[in-house]
């Protein structure tokens, strides 16, 4: 079983629409949690840290289920710059230091 | 610029040429990291560095890839004997933070194809 996990999508939704992506971990001493965007060729950047009581950034809100050790990222009325592949990271300490673990990412496409 | 940097940013290659990629972190950032990245797959995680120590190289994929951060500030990553599956963007990411407390800013890649 992968480290992380996310389901690749495509998700095609149209503009407004609300989406929901999951991403699960099977390390349960992971400490740190975060949600990157990757546009096509481009690098990944930052889109957003998830904290434990889960946390909303305009229309994007993640959240942190630790007992069932998955982490979800919902995206409302969404826009056609939202298109993208979204990245699940997690940081699991342990015997190596600093090792961040990126899922595959999940493609949404915005469509008009 | 202020961000990182990465050169090239296209390299072919040769089956079994040598090839260096050069990763310029943003000023001041103690931690730089190098990730592999194949086509339609998330980044895959190579070595770290905190400043000029190498404190993790448990990603590198064989004893043909190196990376070396000599004055703990621009990182090279060469590949020797250069196979057909090493093709990929390899990534360079850096942090402010020691470990990963903190927000990784990446270059734009390097795009390595290997006839």
């Known amino acids: 079983r992968k480290e992380v996990e996310q389901d690749p999508g495509p998700f095609n939704v149209p503009e407004g629409a609300t989406v929901a992506f999951n991403c699960t971990y099977s390390n349960s001493a992971s400490q740190s949690f975060f949600w990157y965007r990757q546009d096509c060729r481009k690098e990944p950047k930052l889109l957003m840290s998830?904290?434990?009581s889960g946390n909303e950034d305009g229309r994007f809100t993640a959240q942190l289920n630790r007992a069932s050790q998955y982490i979800s990222l919902l995206i409302r009325d969404s826009k056609l710059s939202d298109s993208a592949t979204y990245l699940c990271v997690v940081n699991i300490y342990g015997g190596s230091q600093g090792n961040l673990i990126f899922g595959k990412g999940t493609k949404l496409s915005v469509k008009p | 610029g202020a961000g990182v940097s990465q050169s090239p940013r296209y390299k072919v290659a040769k089956r079994g040429q040598d090839v260096a990629l050069r990763c310029d972190p943003i000023s001041g950032h103690v931690s730089l990291f190098w990730y592999q990245q194949a086509l339609g797959q998330g980044p895959e995680f190579l070595t770290y560095f905190q400043n000029e120590a190498q404190l993790d190289k448990s990603g590198l994929p064989s004893d043909r890839f190196f990376a070396e951060r000599p004055e703990g500030s621009v990182s090279t990553l060469k590949i020797q004997r250069t196979q057909q599956e090493d093709s990929a963007v390899y990534l360079c990411?850096?942090?402010?933070?020691?470990?990963?407390?903190?927000?990784?800013?990446f270059g734009e890649g390097s795009r390595l194809t290997v006839l």
């Open positions: 998830v904290y434990s």
């Open positions: 990411a850096s942090s402010f933070s020691p470990g990963m407390s903190g927000e990784l800013f």
